[in-house]
């Protein structure tokens, strides 16, 4: 069943992503199964309570404690299903990476029709923001008169990480919800206005010359929500470092210009890669 959904899924590059999809396989079994067995019952109360099998009504109804003993079995799996899989699974999902793995931790702060991609630098604290500074310049309100701000990098609708290395990315919006999706890495989460939730995945391969990894907005944000895509890239260690120099070097952009409209007015027909 895995390897059948895989042919209509994106290639799996993060470290959780396998059990995700071995996740998505049993629940399609166990859809399967409820699909035939409930198919099949179907038929055979059309048979067996056909008006000419049962020309007079039964006024007692089923005598038997059949109904109890599945209604208890169905309390029995559920509970199992929660304390087994989904307490465990939050667990795993809530409980970060701790700080002696070295995670890389940045914000993404989502807007219309854009990704904002906030690294804290070298530091390795986000300077101030405040929203009265949010100009078509600064787009994440970033207050440069505060030190732990100077070394900050924003990005535009790309994203870079490091292969091997966890990845911790608070999620919030400006306006309206979104929700950031990275399919490759099988990730998504939605991106509230006011609240700051935090996702982390490791990525495990490096993207290729031919690869095209994508961020996409799974969530409709209005008019523009189709051309609302970023780039993943995933970069080996020395790469990422080099990444980071270039764009502290070009972290100034001129006065007159606005990135968000620029990136997000393109034409349609650009390819994103
Ligand atoms: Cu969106």
Redesign the pocket.
């Known amino acids: 069943m895995k390897e059948f959904l895989a042919q209509y899924m994106p290639p799996d590059y993060s470290a959780h992503g396998p059990q995700l999809d071995s996740l998505n396989a049993y629940v399609h079994w166990l859809m399967l199964i409820l699909f035939v067995f409930w198919g099949a019952y179907f038929l055979f109360v059309l048979w067996r309570f056909n008006a000419n099998r049962n020309p007079k009504a039964n006024y007692h109804g089923m005598r038997s404690h059949w109904s109890t003993y599945s209604e208890a079995g169905v309390a029995i799996v559920e509970a199992v299903l929660l304390i087994g899989f989904s307490i465990p699974a939050w667990y795993r999902w809530t409980n970060r990476p701790g700080p002696e793995t070295n995670p890389l931790e940045l914000r993404i702060v989502?807007e219309?029709?854009a990704w904002n991609a906030h690294y804290p630098g070298a530091d390795g604290i986000f300077g101030r923001r405040d929203v009265k500074l949010v100009s078509s310049t600064n787009p994440l309100g970033l207050d440069m008169t505060d030190p732990h701000a100077k070394d900050d990098v924003v990005a535009l609708n790309q994203l870079h990480l490091e292969v091997n290395r966890p990845a911790i990315i608070h999620i919030t919006s400006k306006d309206?919800i979104?929700?950031f999706f990275l399919p490759v890495m099988r990730v998504k989460q939605d991106?509230i206005p006011g609240m700051d939730v935090a996702i982390h995945f490791t990525p495990v391969k490096a993207t290729g010359p031919d690869d095209h990894w994508e961020i996409a907005?799974a969530?409709l944000?209005?008019l523009g929500?189709y051309r609302?895509r970023g780039q993943l890239t995933v970069d080996t260690k020395s790469g990422f470092q080099a990444w980071m120099k270039s764009q502290v070097a070009q972290n100034s952009p001129a006065p007159d210009t606005n990135p968000v409209q620029a990136a997000t007015t393109s034409s349609p027909t650009t390819p994103h890669v």
Request: charged share 0%.
């Open positions: 989502a219309q029709f309206v979104h929700s991106a907005c969530q944000c209005g929500h609302m």
